[in-house]
């Protein structure tokens, strides 16, 4: 089993609002992922947690903030976003850097709207 | 630094053709290579990897890319496209001692009757 889910997979908010997006995986792994897409682009990185600590933050306003209650689970909670914060956002995990174990499997994405 | 170059944004074709996406990188370490498929409103689906051996890398629905070190390329390839095979293609490269993809630009590949 090689997926990834996400919920939800639209939502709207207004820019005082404050939303979570929800990534589960179960396929054991270790690490997990937020990405950011705007539309023609390819994703861009945004947050990394490896065995459940935030090893990588992208330079991300803390508008938004990522949480990883445990290894199957990833949340990014939203607040006082910006329209030009509309986007996909991609969750993903990974087993790790181990070659054999480095390829990152996506969830299907949340469509944001902010207005 | 490491980086992707993929040279057409764009590759149309008719169905039942043969199709070769192109992709270039660029690092002064090792790296393992990826292309992944974009379909419509949809995530990211990995369609093959290379990682170490073989350089001709074969993958799900019917793809296959082969990896030259000389060249820096990890070209994709199709015999013959579908019209489901309409969609973005992502090359993509990370380092061994990283968890940061780098991503090409992308190319969407235009499948037509």
């Known amino acids: 089993d090689t997926e990834v889910t996400q919920t939800p997979k639209h939502l709207v908010m207004g820019m005082t609002n404050k939303k979570s997006l929800k990534c589960e995986q179960h396929m054991g792994h270790r690490a997990m992922y937020w990405y950011k897409q705007k539309a023609k682009k390819p994703p861009e990185l945004m947050f990394v947690y490896s065995y459940e600590k935030l090893s990588i933050n992208e330079s991300v306003p803390s508008r938004f903030s990522p949480e990883c209650p445990n290894s199957s689970l990833l949340n990014l909670h939203l607040h006082a976003l910006q329209p030009e914060d509309s986007a996909l956002y991609l969750c993903?995990?990974?087993?790790?850097?181990?070659?054999?174990?480095?390829?990152?499997?996506f969830g299907p994405g949340t469509r944001l709207t902010v207005t | 630094a490491q980086s992707v170059t993929q040279l057409d944004s764009q590759v149309p074709v008719f169905e039942e053709a043969p199709v070769e996406l192109r992709c270039n990188y660029s690092?002064?370490?090792?790296?393992?290579l990826f292309w992944y498929v974009q379909y419509p409103n949809q995530g990211l689906q990995l369609l093959l990897k290379?990682?170490?051996?073989?350089?001709l890398v074969k993958g799900i629905n019917g793809f296959e890319a082969e990896f030259n070190k000389s060249q820096t390329s990890f070209h994709l390839r199709k015999p013959s496209v579908h019209i489901s095979d309409t969609a973005e293609y992502f090359c993509?490269?990370?380092?061994?001692?990283?968890?940061?993809?780098?991503f090409g630009s992308g190319t969407r590949l235009l499948v037509r009757p």
């Open positions: 690092s002064s370490v090792s790296v393992y």
């Open positions: 290379y990682l170490s051996g073989s350089t």
């Open positions: 993509a490269s990370l380092m061994d001692s990283s968890y940061k993809l780098i």
């Open positions: 993903a995990s990974s087993q790790g850097r181990l070659a054999g174990g480095s390829e990152q499997y």
